[in-house]
């Protein structure tokens, strides 16, 4: 019965440590998707300035009308 107990003692050992390897990948992961995050939302700001820039040049050439 001894060998039993160090049998489930090494897998219970193993499973942690796979487990602490998952958590590692998924918090690597999810940093990666911030990143991506981040950098969306600045091409979409970018975006909408290059719009709004448009949308000024269409409307008033010369810049007059804006205080």
């Known amino acids: 019965m001894a060998g039993s107990g160090k049998g489930q003692a090494s897998a219970l050992a193993a499973l942690a440590t796979r487990r602490l390897a998952l958590v590692g990948d998924a918090s690597a992961l999810t940093a990666e998707v911030l990143r991506l ?31």
């Open 37 to 67: 995050n981040q950098k969306l939302a600045g091409i979409e700001m970018e975006v909408l300035r290059l719009q709004l820039e448009i949308g000024r040049g269409r409307r008033h050439p010369t810049g007059a009308g804006f205080a």
